[in-house]
């Protein structure tokens, strides 16, 4: 797990496709400690501390962003029932990365003042951990062939839209086939940017400027990438949504019904977990 997701995986959580989003939401304070501990190694009074911000972080999330996402995907569910346009999709892409935004920049104001007191132990953990993370990376995304690449991409993308609308039909299959396909690979850049901004933020936490800079890094976490890296990102944003318009227009009423009960139910499990957190 990257350093990005760790902060802001609480506000994500009910974003990734959790089958289970109250179970999963109401145990984000334990996912959560373990993760940082994984990373961190934290002990003693600073196990004390780490509880009581990530307890400040999910009350800041269930009182603030969950009613934002209450509000997101029962507009969306509203879209999807109709059908998508571009102008829908884009709205959705922003919208979501708002809310990522958001949550980042709160989880790294609360991780700031402990990040900043981290001990040389606990930053050589640290180290060692993303090279672990690079390691997995290596055997889940640059292994075998580019064919071989190609085909666990499509297999991931299948898997994604399946868990939204149900069975894909063959034609739609083949679509996102069609996708996959025209995307130039782009992995090896991926690892070179995740390897730069861990390196980015060992520097800063070794400098003891998490304080000043974290929020805005945190934020901004597509910044600074490489112009080949950017270009083929863009791409691959401009390709998803060429896919998700055409899509849209070949669901069944079976399968555009799936989509709106998942969207409706996510809304009604944000409802409620921001209620049980108001009381």
């Keep these: 797990m990257t350093w990005r997701r760790l ?4 506000a994500l959580l009910v974003l990734s496709g ?3 989003v109250q179970l999963g939401y109401r145990n984000a304070d334990t996912f959560l400690r ?3 501990n994984s990373y961190l190694d934290f002990e003693g009074a600073e196990s004390e501390e780490l509880d009581q911000r990530i307890a400040s972080f999910l009350a800041w999330h269930r009182g603030k962003a969950l009613p934002q996402y209450v509000a997101l995907v029962e507009d969306a569910a509203v879209r999807g029932g ?3 346009s571009r102008e829908d999709l884009v709205w959705g892409y922003d919208a979501v990365r708002e809310q990522v935004r958001e949550g980042l920049r709160t989880a790294a104001r609360e991780a700031a003042p402990m990040l900043d007191r981290l001990r ?3 930053l050589a953990h640290l180290e060692r951990r993303f090279g672990e993370d690079n390691r997995k990376f290596s055997r889940d995304f640059l292994s075998g ?5 190609r085909n666990r991409r499509l297999k991931r993308n299948i898997e994604r839209l399946e868990d939204w609308v149900g069975t894909l039909t063959e034609a739609q299959v083949e679509r996102v086939k ?3 396909d025209r995307l130039p690979p ?3 850049l991926r690892d070179r940017d995740r390897r730069r901004r861990q390196a980015e933020l060992l520097a800063m936490l070794r400098a003891r400027e998490a304080g000043k800079r974290l929020e805005d890094w945190a934020a901004h976490w597509d910044g600074g990438r490489d112009p080949a890296y950017q270009a083929v990102a863009r791409a691959q944003v401009a390709e998803y949504m060429n896919l998700l318009a055409d899509l849209d227009k070949s669901l069944a009423a079976a399968q555009r019904e799936n989509l709106v009960r998942r969207l409706r139910g996510y809304a009604a499990d944000f409802a409620a977990l921001a209620k049980s957190g108001a009381k």
């Design 7 to 10: 902060l802001v995986a609480a």
């Design 18 to 20: 959790c089958s289970a």
């Design 34 to 36: 373990w993760q940082a």
């Design 82 to 84: 109709r059908g998508l």
């Design 120 to 122: 040389p132990e606990q």
């Design 145 to 149: 062939t580019p064919e071989d690449r």
């Design 178 to 180: 069609q996708y996959s």
């Design 186 to 188: 782009n992995e090896a």
